[in-house]
């Protein structure tokens, strides 16, 4: 809406200059008033739907406010101490950060082959394209829903197939005799499945990113280099990831950020266990603050991320400003 | 120094025939030009012959051996790129010494080498800048060092004076040329600027549609045109094309003069010029014109050097005649020089 506004202000200083030559000037022509009124409304959105919650998690995490008792009381940094003397706090702490480089860095190398894939022309393209950007389209809680099924700590469709194969579930099987691996149920396992649901999730946005940062790369220079006689191999390490570089760094940090911030994967496979082995900032601050009913500790908690991606978004817009300079 | 044979050429991409059975031989150490309107076929053979693309059909050799479906950098060829393709996250040094890092070369030597190549194109003191840091012309000596460094056995170029400014584009003419000459390495040069084509070809190709219309010395191209569309491409103007029945009658723009200084072994031709418009150029002035009554094509251009300072107005018909030395005929069927005039 504010597009059509804005073209019509254009207009009509055209208009309005050719035929008058400079009378009485309507609240169109006046190029300050007009771009103040235009940005007020993403100024409001950022002070209210960022600003406010955010000076009142400060509020929160210095006071004893719980959902019991929402009267407001500074306590100073009691809530901070507290927190970093819970020893599930610091394994939460530790999981999020391994779960979310782990997936990422795994998220990074899958994109990067499927984007390469993408760029031949081969038979059936949009239906590989579409297959990819799929997982992306679906619902976070729906996905997660639907792997929470596959992960079954009965009918696993994986344990199924693994025992097809007689690797699970027989005497002397290399899995062990067990008739299931209980995916959910076993504190590496839990990890294993939660990472694997993550990349699923972000794999589509990091193609998509990587794709444009190949295509991206003027075609001569990879011919230069080939004439120049540089192996395959050696365009890749020398031309194409030096140069693609900035962007895959961008879209590393988005999804280090997307799944710093998730919830709902943990929240529906495992609620942070078995024995909150799978437990990470973000979930805990949920369990303590909303369910456990503790809003000052929850406020406090989901706190220690914030100098975290603070410093992944500084990073992010250096990266898309040095991404433009190539 | 190597030889460049093309056999049989074609490519088409899907229905589009982009070169069509192309046969084409360099001498040892020319300096070959591929001329030609765009769209013509020329960097497209141009980089069948580099290796990055592949012929649908025929032989490319180098030196007698079949190359086709070589990778480049099993050719020994250079090639610069018309958007010199130098790498953006490479110092000067880095790009020059790449074609060299590549075929595993030592470090000492790979130094010896940059510096031969950087003192050769004089770009010395830029080793260390990165290329968004150069000028135009700058950024195409680097691309020529980084093209020679490795000595190649041939040596191709596509068009790599269009993104110079006038000035600098006649001044680097002139330096490719000598360098070429001094160093002796077969070049096949693209471009689609007759002038260029002109002052630096031993020998000029030009092609039309995918195919080869004519090969031979620049002054043969222009005095001698294989056909029509090589008559009217080369030159500017181009030739004046009259016609009469089945023959073209053709003559240059500057052949054709005031009657009384026309002079010719085998006798003039004389024609009633109407002058329609002119346009004095300093050096030159053009008169644009038509002659005669009855044929088709009656449009003809005159090229007056400034020397001639007779007075000519636009609207008055003179006297204009073309020795019988300089009209060339064509058939009008398929455009084709012809020996026979018109009856």
């Known amino acids: 809406m504010s597009g059509t506004t804005g073209e019509q202000a254009i207009n009509g200083t055209v208009e309005n200059r050719g035929v008058n030559g400079g009378g009485r000037a309507g609240i169109r022509d006046r190029v300050g008033l007009l771009s103040k009124l235009m940005i007020a409304p993403a100024v409001f959105y950022v002070a209210a739907m960022i600003g406010f919650p955010f000076i009142l998690a400060l509020l929160y995490s210095m006071s004893d406010v719980t959902t019991g008792d929402p009267a407001l009381h500074l306590v100073g940094l009691r809530n901070f101490r507290a927190i970093l003397d819970d020893p599930v706090f610091l394994l939460s702490m530790k999981n999020t950060f391994f779960f979310a480089i782990v997936s990422q860095v795994l998220v990074i ?150 799944t710093f911030t998730d919830v709902t994967v943990v929240y529906v496979l495992t609620r942070g266990g078995p024995i909150h082995s799978t437990q990470v900032l973000s979930t805990w601050t949920f369990f303590k603050g909303i369910e456990g009913g503790d809003l000052a500790q929850g406020a406090a908690i989901s706190l220690f991320l914030f100098p975290v991606l603070a410093g992944i978004a500084a990073l992010m817009l250096r990266m898309a400003r040095k991404s433009e300079v190539v | 120094m190597a030889r460049v044979e093309i056999r049989g050429v074609s490519k088409t991409f899907g229905e589009v025939r982009a070169v069509d059975h192309v046969d084409l031989e360099t001498v040892e150490g020319e300096f070959l030009v591929l001329l030609g309107p765009s769209g013509c076929g020329k960097t497209t053979l141009l980089r069948m012959v580099a290796g990055i693309e592949e012929p649908t059909a025929g032989d490319i050799l180098i030196d007698e051996k079949i190359v086709t479906n070589q990778p480049p950098r099993m050719r020994n060829i250079a090639m610069v790129f018309q958007s010199y393709a130098l790498y953006p996250h490479m110092s000067v040094y880095r790009n020059i010494a790449f074609p060299l890092r590549t075929r595993g070369v030592d470090k000492a030597s790979i130094r010896k080498k940059v510096e031969w190549a950087a003192g050769m194109f004089g770009i010395g003191r830029l080793l260390d800048r990165k290329p968004r840091e150069l000028s135009g012309g700058e950024r195409q000596r680097v691309a020529l060092a980084r093209a020679m460094v490795r000595e190649p056995s041939v040596f191709l170029l596509d068009e790599p004076l269009s993104n110079l400014d006038a000035l600098l584009r006649a001044s680097a003419r002139e330096e490719l040329r000598q360098f070429q000459k001094r160093v002796g390495v077969t070049t096949i040069y693209v471009t689609h600027d007759q002038v260029e084509a002109m002052g630096l070809g031993d020998r000029i190709v030009v092609m039309s549609k995918g195919k080869i219309r004519q090969v031979g010395t620049p002054m043969e191209i222009y005095h001698w045109p294989a056909d029509t569309f090589v008559a009217t491409f080369v030159g500017s103007p181009p030739m004046n094309l009259l016609g009469e029945d089945d023959i073209l009658t053709g003559f240059r723009p500057e052949t054709f003069l005031p009657a009384d200084l026309v002079y010719g072994t085998e006798g003039i031709v004389t024609y009633p010029f109407e002058v329609t418009w002119m346009e004095y150029l300093g050096a030159e002035r053009l008169l644009y014109g038509n002659v005669g009554e009855k044929s088709h094509a009656r449009h003809v251009v005159s090229r007056l050097p400034g020397s001639v300072n007779l007075p000519i107005e636009a609207g008055k018909t003179y006297p204009f005649a073309v020795s019988r030395n300089d009209l060339r005929f064509f058939d009008r069927k398929n455009g084709l020089r012809t020996d026979r005039g018109p009856a």
């Not at chain 1, 649901?197 to 193609?207: D, G, K, M």
Request: glycine fraction near 8%; proline fraction near 7%.
């Open chain 1, 109 to 258: 190398l899958l994109s990067r082959v499927i984007a390469t894939a993408l760029m031949k022309e081969f038979r059936g393209k949009w239906l590989a394209r579409f297959l990819i950007m799929l997982p992306w389209t679906a619902p976070i809680s729906l996905g997660t829903i639907g792997w929470l099924w596959m992960l079954d700590s009965i009918f696993s469709p994986f344990d199924w197939v693994l025992r097809y194969a007689g690797l699970l579930g027989a005497p002397g099987a290399l899995l062990g005799p067990d008739l299931n691996l209980y995916w959910l149920g076993v504190p590496a396992l839990a990890m294993a499945s939660v990472v694997l649901v993550h990349v699923w999730r972000i794999l589509p946005l990091a193609t998509v990113i990587q794709l444009a940062g190949l295509s991206s790369i003027p075609r001569d220079l990879l011919e230069a280099a080939e004439v120049d006689g540089a192996t395959p191999w050696r365009r890749t390490l020398e031309i194409t990831i030096p140069l693609t570089l900035p962007i895959i760094s961008i879209a590393f940090l988005f999804g280090l950020v997307f």
